[in-house]
């Protein structure tokens, strides 16, 4: 393990000084005395409509959550405004009005539906994405919150429990994205922190401990359910895929083996190994690469990042652990941020090729973005990546409230 550690390390810092000492110049790096990020007053053209791009964000914006289409980035307050944003400068285009306010604010950007959806305590509102009006509002009765959003085929369902939840109580409701009108409701097995998928007519929920189940989109019916003996602690979902994991709130030093789930019939498929280690977090690409961050039973600070191929069922590489608060998929690579404890890298948004590994050479080598005020581990950062082919990906600061354009390293 040590000797991998210093092995990246030494190829991060060969990235660093490569970037320092030849080709195009990096944007200036801001110092680390500043009191929080700066505000640039011009964009900087790229590639394509994506600009490179600074600008501030309110306290209620920093203190939610940001997504974004390929046309524009789409915060959610902790008041439950929705504010949209420019893709060319970051300036905000159009403003929907919140009432209520929550320590957490769910988003659902919906670009295939032009619609993005606030879930805010009891509230939830959806914004229309080409005019920036309100299209509709929907509230809970009191003592109840929305906890998770997903979206498929003109439907928009959102899962909420009673508050604070107990484990019971659970509804997923299914409502149309265009006006918000009621579809179906169900009561449902849930666990505080797993997903709602939702993809191909079906919608997939998890209880956090042995069950998954998927209901058909249109009406809510149950269609299929996970077997008995497949252990579901946590449920990682992304690219039409399904893999069951170890809880990252286990405190045990055993956990069950990851499994890959058949949307279909939910029954288990072959997976590449059994997870070691606890984890945490983990992505998964449009073609089946699987990104998990697995830590250390005791200390979830000290851990690596495994890549496994889900189609062709075998492990690709692992890399020592960046942070586990920031990671994502883009233009066929990893994004994630460089470790604090990496003093000659840290503070940077770093890519790893998904089938080379931090090991690639050429094209498929790791890269790394400048050192940015944003990017700064003090600042919290929240990695936002549009989706297609933007070539940029989006970070806010959540301390000093300030969201950063920039290009894929």
């Known amino acids: ?142 003592g109840r919150a929305y906890v998770a959003l997903a979206a498929t085929d003109g439907i928009v369902y959102a899962l909420h429990a009673p508050e604070p939840y107990v484990r019971t109580g659970a509804v997923l409701d299914a409502v149309r994205a265009s006006d918000g009108t009621p579809l179906w409701h169900r009561n449902v097995a849930w666990s505080t922190g797993e997903p709602l998928a939702a993809f191909r007519g079906r919608v997939y929920t998890a209880d956090g401990v042995t069950r998954v189940t998927a209901r058909d989109a249109r009406t809510g019916a149950t269609v299929a359910s996970s077997p008995a003996g497949v252990e579901c602690r946590h449920l990682v979902t992304g690219g039409h895929y399904l893999v069951c994991t170890g809880s990252p709130f286990s405190a045990g030093d055993v956990f069950p083996p990851m499994r890959r789930l058949d949307p279909a019939t939910l029954k288990a498929l072959p997976t590449p190994r059994k997870t070691i280690d606890k984890p945490v977090q983990g992505v998964i690409s449009d073609d089946g690469i699987l990104v998990l961050y697995e830590a250390g039973a005791e200390d979830t600070s000290a851990g690596d990042w495994y890549a496994y191929d889900l189609v062709n069922d075998r492990r690709l590489w692992s890399t ?14 990893f994004v994630t941020f460089t470790p604090v404890n990496d003093f000659a890298a840290r503070g940077r948004v770093l890519t790893i090729d998904l089938h080379a590994g931090p090991h690639g050479t050429g094209s498929a080598a790791p890269r790394m973005s400048p050192a940015y005020a944003q990017t700064r581990d003090g600042e919290h950062p929240q990695l936002v990546v549009p989706g297609g082919d933007t070539g940029h990906v989006v970070v806010m600061a959540r301390t000093h409230g300030s969201l950063r354009s920039l290009p894929l390293p």
């Open 1 to 142: 393990m040590k000797r991998r550690i210093v092995a990246v390390g030494a190829a991060l810092l060969v990235l660093v000084g490569c970037a320092a000492s030849g080709g195009p110049k990096s944007p200036a790096v801001p110092s680390s005395r500043a009191s929080g990020p700066t505000v640039e007053t011009t964009s900087t053209s790229v590639s394509g409509p994506w600009r490179a791009w600074t600008a501030s964000v309110t306290r209620p914006e920093a203190h939610g959550s940001c997504g974004a289409t390929t046309h524009q980035v789409v915060c959610a307050t902790d008041t439950g405004a929705l504010v949209g944003r420019s893709r060319a400068d970051g300036r905000v285009t159009w403003t929907v009005p919140g009432d209520a306010h929550a320590r957490t604010a769910r988003l659902l950007v919906d670009a295939a539906d032009a619609r993005a959806v606030a879930g805010v305590g009891g509230v939830l509102r959806a914004a229309d994405l080409r005019t920036g009006e309100q299209a509709w509002t929907r509230r809970l009765p009191a």
């Open 320 to 333: 020592y652990a960046t942070r586990t608060d920031g990671a994502g998929v883009a233009g066929g690579r």
